[in-house]
Nanobody, 114 residues
């Protein structure tokens, strides 16, 4: 089992930046992949970005060129750097750890509004 704790959400104006952090209670190198998902009100949860333990990354088309996922293995932490934020990025952002844990964090609210 692994616990995931997200932080870094908040209220930002359009065009601004935020960096989300996801601290894992176990060594993330042993996790097949980790990702960030988001869920806006009335919408399904969707993949934002993910990174494998070999460093391969994937992004949703809507965030390519604006968001960057990265890891600090020494800190067992996954980051999501979000730049050029738009109102449509408003959502609760969740961290996810894939095999062998299939675990979710509690989520952190990101609100983009002027």
């Amino acid at each position: 089992q692994v616990q995931l704790v997200e932080s870094g959400g908040g209220l930002v104006q359009p065009g601004g930046s935020l960096r989300l952090s996801c601290a894992a209670s176990r060594n993330i190198v042993s996790i097949n992949s980790m990702g960030w998902y988001r869920q806006a009100p009335g919408k399904q949860r969707e993949l934002v970005a993910r990174i494998t333990n070999l460093g391969r990354t994937d992004y949703a088309d809507s965030v390519k060129g604006r968001f960057t996922i990265s890891t600090d293995d020494a800190k067992n932490t996954v980051y999501l750097q979000m730049n050029s934020l738009k109102p449509e990025d408003t959502a609760v952002y969740y961290c996810y750890a894939a095999y062998p844990y299939d675990a979710w964090g509690q989520g952190t609210q990101v609100t983009i509004s002027s």
